[in-house]
């Protein structure tokens, strides 16, 4: 599991240097520039380290722009665009569509009834402006989503490892009624485990 937060850890000072004449779009066109960078890097790097065992990666608040923030589709399509392309090499096709809408996909690992569940966490990041500004929209699509996902596999009595960058809990990053409903449904689902 490849927990996010690939791209490099700048200052604020650095995130918002600003040669004279630039314009805030060429500085947040730079600034994806760098992200993608640093992905396409990674995911060539653990393609080669990795070359028979299936990566599943999630996305860390250094890998939106600006950090900590991610807008949810279609405004997040720059970055995930390019994951689900990335990734498609270790995710079977019925978790493309998932990865590149939001962010967050499922993987059921073959010849066992454990199903990993990777979370786009951004989505509920006290840090992330667009959550409070949209309602938690795109947080409460993907709960949504994976209360689904957690009642498929109770029913077919299969286990759920359910993995993101960052763990719920606003101590954690994630703002307090995601983190709520998100326990509750892991409460709800006996999912055995929980990692960030």
């Known amino acids: 599991v490849w927990g996010g937060d690939t791209a490099p850890h700048a200052t604020a000072s650095e995130q918002v240097a600003v040669t004279q004449g630039d314009s805030l779009e060429m500085l947040v066109n730079r600034q994806r520039q760098s992200v993608l960078d640093s992905l396409g890097n990674a995911t060539a790097i ?10 599943l990666p999630s996305l860390g ?5 600006p950090t900590s923030t991610d807008p949810g589709p279609p405004r997040n399509a720059w970055l995930l665009d390019a994951a689900t392309r990335w990734w498609a090499q270790w995710l079977p096709e019925q978790s493309l569509d998932s ?6 996909y499922e993987v059921k690992l073959p010849g066992s009834e454990l199903h990993v569940v990777v979370l786009n966490t951004e989505v509920c990041h006290v840090q992330n ?7 938690g929209h795109a947080a409460r699509e ?3 989503w994976l209360e689904g996902v957690l009642l498929r596999a109770r029913l077919a009595r299969e286990s759920c490892l359910i993995t993101g960058h960052i763990p719920p809990g606003v101590w954690g990053g994630c703002w307090g009624n995601y983190s709520s409903a998100y ?14």
Do not use: C, E, N
């Open 61 to 65: 608040d250094m890998d939106h722009v």
């Open 183 to 196: 326990q509750v449904r892991l409460y709800l689902a006996a999912a055995p485990g929980a990692y960030s």
């Open 142 to 144: 993907q709960l949504a």
């Open 99 to 104: 990865l590149k809408w939001g962010g967050y």
């Open 129 to 135: 402006f667009h959550s409070f500004v949209d309602g």
């Open 46 to 55: 653990f393609t080669a380290a990795f070359p028979h065992i299936p990566v």
